[in-house]
């Protein structure tokens, strides 16, 4: 009897809902949620917090619709409802972006994301798709905002869904729009290009004149930059500040930690640590998840073929630098060691710091065009240690080669395989064969 009487609680809670009366609605559900208290109807108790969440949220009163989702999100976890975990998840995600914490709620998005996959729910999937392009619409990230949305429209128009598909194409519409009207102050034009020279002359000062000097510049950069992403700028600019944080910290480590009784190619894997790490937190800080930083395969033949280019610009490089190898012999298992080493420590780590994240940013902020040259600069001053001014040139084109592939792709899978193999055939091949090689030639 109870039971019956709890669900017609629910479902007249129910019809109250659909009809907008939701303090009716409320009523009915709080009535459902009483009865369900001492039984065993683990379910529909979930249904009815979760309900009474999306009432709450309506009403927009959000911090008790909250407290809701949360525990009705606990009540799913217990029954091990994928589904209603999805929905429980994707209704504190929205009051969370609601109250404008959006990176909390895109981490809630993303969850709800997962148990949609899971269940290959590609409706769902398009839905929260289309909020987390929200997200990032509200913070003005229209890049991340149109990748989200484009998701979304791919899913919807392969389940039939025009409708939907033809609105999510307007919201990209409208974001292309905005992004076109949307100017970078002159100060914030100003500023960026001081710390472009800052990293410049703390460089110069490294490999020209004294390194604690350097050092002491490289310092006081990353305060600065700390200072400036706190003050009172926009939400993207603040991000790119942050996320070039990471360039003097990178530096100062290589400089202040002893390497000198370690072999060079262990020097890379030594540093690439602390920049994954600050990668890493990054991405925490923005919300950020792997396609965001073009962690995807996207076209293979195209990622195959932008890999096979790495050949082309280490042999390049070398004839520029002609530098000593990094390995004692020449044979299979120290050159593998010696390449996995490389791709991973140089390719992947500079190329998920500088195209997915550094250039992603500045593209925020600066446009595509400007985003670019303004990440190739900045990756062409951390070159400046060896000493080469045909480098820097040489650097500076495959940093826009690289940053083009990115902006066609999204996808840096090419890119860092290409940067890899390049230092490979730098560092640890053509060294061994140079002679022969150009006496060929």
Known sequence: MVRNDAQEFFETGSKFHELGALDDALTYYQKALAYLKNTDEKKTKADALLEIGNVYVELENYEIGQKYYEKSLKAYQNIDDINGEGYALTGIGLVLGKVGRFVDGRGYYVEALNKFEELNDKERTAIIHSLLGETYESQGAWEDAIMEYKTSSSIFKKIGDQERKNRIDNLIDGIQDKRSKTKTTRNEKILAISYLFAIIIAEVSVTYINKEAGLVIEMVILFALL????????????????????????????????????????????????????????????????????????????????????????????????????????????????????????????????????????????????????????????????????????????????????????????????????????????????STLFHII
């Open 227 to 434: 200072l400036n992403s706190s003050l009172d700028v926009s939400y993207n600019y603040a991000v790119m500040l942050r996320s070039m944080m990471v360039l003097p910290i990178i530096r100062i480590i290589g400089l202040t930690i002893p390497l000198m009784q370690i072999p060079t190619l262990y020097w890379f894997p030594i540093i690439a640590i602390p920049l994954f790490a600050a990668v890493y937190t990054i991405m925490k800080n923005q919300g950020l998840t792997r396609k965001h930083v073009g962690l995807i395969w996207g076209n293979k033949k195209v990622q195959f073929l932008v890999a096979l280019t790495g050949m082309f610009l280490g042999t390049i490089e070398y004839t520029i630098l002609k530098p000593l190898p990094l390995i004692g012999v020449f044979d299979p298992v120290t050159l593998i060691t010696g390449s996995i080493i490389l791709i991973i420590s140089t390719g992947f780590a500079e190329e998920l710091l500088f195209r997915g994240i550094l250039q992603k940013n500045a593209e925020n902020v600066f446009g595509m065009a400007m985003g670019l040259l303004y990440t190739a600069l900045l990756f062409t001053a951390l070159h400046i240690g060896w000493n080469s001014f045909h480098d820097l040139i040489f650097v500076f084109c495959v940093a826009l080669f690289y940053g083009i592939v990115y902006q066609k792709t999204r996808s840096i899978v090419g890119v860092t395989l290409s940067h890899g193999i390049s230092n490979t055939f730098l560092f640890l091949i053509i060294p061994f064969y140079a």
